[in-house]
């Protein structure tokens, strides 16, 4: 499950990267999302993680020390339905996390649902970056996984950028 949302959040920090202008150059933002998505890999990946499961649900807190100082902290829950259905929310939050030569300080938030017809993720959140680039990325961004056309879109903005891409299927 962890493993098809980081690639999620992969995948949306790739799409962010077309499209208008902003504080930070198309290249900036790439390595803004690049190292944000480290910083949470990081966090989920962390030995400190505490994972709490009851009757449906998980709990995840996890924290770890980022590659070059500071620290990322991933939280939330992951409910399971009968019909084995997934809904998860998940926080991360980076804490002067430094990635190679870029420091960020902020929070993502991520929701989603997973079902066998299809899938959806909403990931929110502001993270301001120093040291090798320096500015501030807003993101609202929307996944949506159609499994029976074979589509994937995103939608929204990353760091100032619009986002409007479809991949798979046009039928």
């Known amino acids: 499950m962890m493993k098809y949302t980081l690639m999620a959040l992969g995948l949306m920090a790739f799409a962010g990267c077309g499209g208008g202008g902003d504080t930070l150059?198309?290249?900036?933002?790439?390595?803004?999302?690049?190292?944000?998505?480290?910083?949470?890999?990081?966090?989920?990946?962390?030995?400190?993680?505490?994972?709490?499961?009851?009757s449906g649900q998980v709990t995840v807190n996890s924290s770890?020390?980022?590659?070059?100082?500071?620290?990322?902290?991933?939280?939330?829950?992951?409910?399971?339905?009968?019909?084995?259905?997934?809904?998860?929310?998940?926080?991360?939050?980076?804490?002067?996390?430094?990635?190679?030569?870029?420091?960020?300080?902020?929070?993502?938030?991520t929701t989603g649902t997973f079902t066998a017809q299809g899938s959806s993720l909403t990931l929110q959140g502001q993270v301001t970056f120093s040291g090798g680039i320096t500015g501030t990325c807003v993101i609202d961004l929307r996944l949506t996984v159609d499994s029976q056309a074979g589509r994937i879109t995103y939608n929204g903005r990353a760091c100032g950028r619009t986002v409007n891409v479809e991949i798979g299927s046009q039928q």
Do not use: F, H, K
Request: proline letters at 0%; charged letters at 10%; hydrophobic letters at 40%.
């Open 64 to 109: 770890a020390t980022c590659q070059a100082g500071g620290s990322a902290r991933a939280s939330g829950q992951i409910i399971v339905n009968a019909s084995n259905d997934y809904q998860y929310q998940l926080d991360v939050s980076m804490t002067s996390c430094a990635v190679g030569n870029i420091t960020m300080n902020g929070q993502l938030d």
């Open 25 to 54: 150059t198309q290249e900036q933002t790439m390595q803004a999302l690049t190292a944000m998505g480290s910083a949470a890999g990081v966090s989920l990946a962390s030995a400190n993680s505490e994972v709490t499961v009851t």
